[in-house]
């Protein structure tokens, strides 16, 4: 779906509002790569709207560490470091692994059989190199877990860790490709399906520690080189 599609089909929503979402996807998903700079007059004319709209988004993204703004007026990805990405990763464990824990109270059978599909489909990323198409599954299988928590405040500070992670989960993916990932999701599946909290907690934390392990790993290669 084109920008200019997608604005008509979300008349309702403020075209800042739609920027922001658009950019904010492209983050988590590669279409922001670190390292590489764009300019607002750039991506204005990219998304085909004008100015104002477009430094609302980078505004916004840039408090949420998403982005940050050069002199030029160009924007980038900030730069992490080891430190930094250990921070992320204690964070994750320690909030994404309470949501779980929360979501496990309200979860159906309907919702494992969505969570199920989901991973079906990252399965099928897997097999076939779809790096994109694997991300985007990890997303929304985290996220509709994390929904089902009630736990907004938690949910709000877990999205703004992982568009911070993010663009460099892509890049480190987009190197290696897709033949070393587990999928860690097997096990909060059955953890889920048996209602066994324990289990969901260590699934979570062992999805995490290869993602996040996988970046650190990255970064110390980086460093090295």
Do not use: C
């Not at 709209?53 to 900030?78: D, K």
């Not at 309470?98 to 599909?117: M, P, R, T, V, Y």
């Not at 099928?124 to 997303?139: H, I, K, S």
């Not at 909290?197 to 996988?214: N, P, R, S, T, Y």
């Amino acid at each position: 779906m084109t920008f200019q599609s997608a604005v008509a089909a979300d008349a309702g929503i403020p075209v800042h509002e739609q920027v922001y979402r658009q950019l904010r996807e492209r983050i988590l998903f590669g279409g922001f790569l670190p390292g590489k700079a764009v300019t607002l007059r750039g991506l204005a004319e990219e998304l085909g709207v004008s100015a104002m709209p477009v430094r609302e988004a980078v505004r916004r993204l840039i408090a949420e560490n998403a982005l940050e703004l050069h002199g030029n007026r160009r924007v980038s990805i900030p730069d992490v470091s080891q430190e930094i990405v250990d921070e992320i990763w204690s964070a994750r464990r320690l909030l994404e692994v309470e949501l779980a824990s929360k979501a496990l109270l309200h979860l159906g059978d309907d919702d494992i059989k969505a969570l199920q599909d989901i991973d079906d489909q990252i399965d099928l990323a897997l097999e076939t190199g779809d790096v994109e198409g694997y991300m985007r599954g990890n997303y929304e299988f985290h996220f509709y877990l994390y929904s089902k928590s009630r736990s907004e405040i938690l949910i709000k500070l877990v999205k703004n860790l992982w568009v911070q992670f993010g663009p460099f989960m892509r890049l480190v993916y987009g190197r290696s490709g897709t033949a070393n990932l587990e999928d860690q999701h097997k096990q909060a599946l059955e953890a889920l399906k048996t209602r066994d909290q324990k289990a969901l907690q260590v699934a979570l934390e062992e999805d995490i520690a290869q993602g996040m392990g996988f970046i650190r790993e990255s970064l110390s290669l980086s460093e090295k080189a």
